[in-house]
């Protein structure tokens, strides 16, 4: 199929968009209307053999995903998603019912949050495939990672550790073998907007997890100047993802380390929210990052979370 069939199949697969869109897919450039809200943009990059793995990983799972994971950020501010723009990088042999598939679990996603496919790119790649999501947002009140004060709750919503349990378990044995929660969780989450309406009275500051519960709070402790206590036994770790890999001080370190939780972490100058769990405090800059640990001991909350730009095992 030539390059502009495959652009009239994708058209097909997503049908028609929302009255907000004046053009769409099939021109130089989408034509939208402007939100009177600011702007929210955001990308994310995802790349076979780095980020997915078509061996357990579906055409359908991997673009509901590749928009998960933009969604994630917008809620992350407190936004709401308004056009995603997809550019795809494909192998030639790539067959079309893959586009198909890749479409069809992307426009379900963004069915769920009111949210427009518009456009984007198709090209060839030489060897893997290679998707990039660029999201359009509007906000009336952002939730910044720069607002935590000495004192705040840090809470998360979630499981954290179980998306990357999930990627455990896929990597080792048959689908048929694993927990529903630890697939779902690893490719076919659900960013967290339902618990936006709950955050707007005393929320201070907020971020989601993609690359772990250690990497973010370090984020947070840079943007808010403040240090952070950690209590691991308020940990909200699940029991399929502690099954999965065995112990609790895995599934522990998965949920500091592992990513692509695409849950909350948020800290609040009082009552904490219905779907969140209180993991510790922020205390003053000078105390550092402090977890204690499972057997009661305490030590230093070290940077852990996904990097990637170093070796994965």
């Known amino acids: 199929m030539s390059e502009f069939k495959k652009i009239h199949l994708i ?60 969604l994630s950020d917008i809620a992350a501010m407190n936004g709401k998603p308004l056009h995603a723009l997809f550019s795809l990088a494909l192998p030639k042999a790539v067959s079309d019912e893959f586009i198909s598939q890749f479409y069809l679990g992307a426009a379900s996603l963004a069915r769920v949050y009111g949210v427009d496919i518009v456009g984007g790119d198709l090209t060839a790649s030489p060897n893997g495939i290679f998707v990039d999501v660029t999201l359009v947002g509007e906000v009336k009140n952002p939730l910044l990672r720069s607002g935590a004060r000495a004192g705040d709750w840090v809470a998360v919503s979630g499981h954290p550790g179980l998306a990357a349990a999930g990627l455990q378990a896929l990597k080792s044995r048959p689908r048929e073998e694993i927990a529903p929660s630890l697939i779902k969780a ?48 308020q940990f909200p770790l699940h029991l399929d993802a502690v099954a999965a890999v065995g112990s609790l001080d895995v599934a522990l370190t998965l949920a500091l380390s592992g990513g ?51 070796p994965q095992t």
């Open 11 to 70: 058209e097909n697969v997503l049908g028609r968009a929302s009255s907000r869109v004046q053009v769409g897919i099939g021109d130089d450039a989408a034509v939208v209307e402007l939100p009177r809200s600011p702007l929210l943009l955001c990308s994310d990059a995802m790349v076979e053999g780095v980020h997915f793995d078509l061996a357990y990983c579906l055409p359908a799972e991997l673009g509901h995903k590749a928009l998960a994971s933009c």
């Open 186 to 233: 690893h490719l076919t989450p659900r960013p967290r907007f339902d618990l936006l309406p709950l955050l707007q009275a005393n929320c201070t500051s907020l971020i989601d997890i993609s690359d772990g519960v250690s990497s973010e709070l370090h984020h947070l402790a840079e943007k808010s100047k403040v240090g952070f206590e950690l209590n691991a036994l």
């Open 260 to 310: 692509e939780d695409y849950e909350l972490l948020a800290t609040f100058d009082g009552d904490v929210p219905e779907g969140f769990t209180v993991i510790g405090r922020a205390v003053g800059a000078e105390q550092g990052l402090i977890i204690t640990n499972l057997d009661g001991s305490r030590s230093t909350l070290e940077l852990t979370g996904y990097n990637h730009f170093k």
